[in-house]
């Protein structure tokens, strides 16, 4: 509904605006401008079943953004989780419990198709709050 799409729209805003007024966006256009950058790159890795050895899975995921900077590649990935903590450290750490291992998976995944990554990041969109993994 309208409502709802307001409610959301209101809820993300200053998320938004503060990704934009952000000096990363800056590498980010010129990466999109010269070609480098990709969103919703479908990517697959394998994951061992047990610990650090013996079969593998195949695990399928969708990087969010990956964007060239001059150290090298940046993976993004935006989050809109709700999170108990009530200072940035507090959800930076709830955030990393959650989510680190994916974008440690999509960079190590990277890694071995040749792309040297230099950062991960997660974005809590909620928050307006980058997050280095």
Sequence with gaps: SDDNAREVAGEFKNGILAFCNNLRCEDLIKSFADGT???????????????????????????????????GYTILDFKTDRLRGATPEERAKEALERHAFQLNSYAAACEEDGLTVCHTLLYLVRYGEFVEV
Aim: charged share 30%; net charge negative; glycine share 12%.
């Design 37 to 71: 950058a990709r969103s919703e790159k479908p990517i697959v890795f394998g994951v061992y079943t047990e610990g650090n050895k013996g079969d593998t899975a195949l695990v399928q995921g969708i990087i969010d953004l990956i964007y060239k900077t001059d150290e």
